[in-house]
């Protein structure tokens, strides 16, 4: 299982972003799809999750209104439409997944991404 995560970078507060994440080497209409961030120092915190069908999504309070989480399973990809960035977005952001249901807990997860930064400035 492999899983890409693009779209990360450099934005001043009030802008916006798109990272994207590209799965191979799984049945991917098959697994939750969700995204998390690690700030400097801090735990691994769960952002956005989306079900197999995309029927369903799921959001940390801190981003509700802001990020918008989609996917396309015939092209095996995850976005996650970050706008209206705040400073205390600053992250470095995973992508992952699971099967047969995203959860909010990285802990149980076995697929991540590499990781892509995003940095807001104020």
């Known amino acids: 299982v492999q899983l890409q995560a693009c779209g990360g970078g450099l934005v001043q507060a009030g802008g916006s972003l798109r990272l994207s994440c590209a799965a191979s080497?799984?049945?991917?209409?098959?697994?939750?799809m969700a995204w998390f961030r690690q700030g400097s120092g801090k735990d691994r915190e769960f952002v956005a999750a989306?079900?197999?069908?995309?029927?369903?999504?799921d959001w940390s309070n801190s981003v509700k209104g802001r990020f918008t989480i989609s996917r396309d399973n015939a092209k095996r990809t995850v976005t996650l439409q970050m706008n209206s960035l705040k400073p205390e977005d600053t992250a470095v952001y995973y992508c992952?997944?699971?099967?047969?249901?995203?959860?909010?807990?990285?802990?149980?997860?076995?697929?991540w991404g590499q990781g892509t930064q995003v940095t807001v400035s104020s």
């Open positions: 992952a997944a699971r099967s047969p249901a995203a959860t909010t807990d990285p802990r149980h997860y076995r697929h």
């Open positions: 080497g799984l049945t991917f209409s098959t697994y939750g």
């Open positions: 989306i079900s197999p069908s995309g029927l369903t999504t």
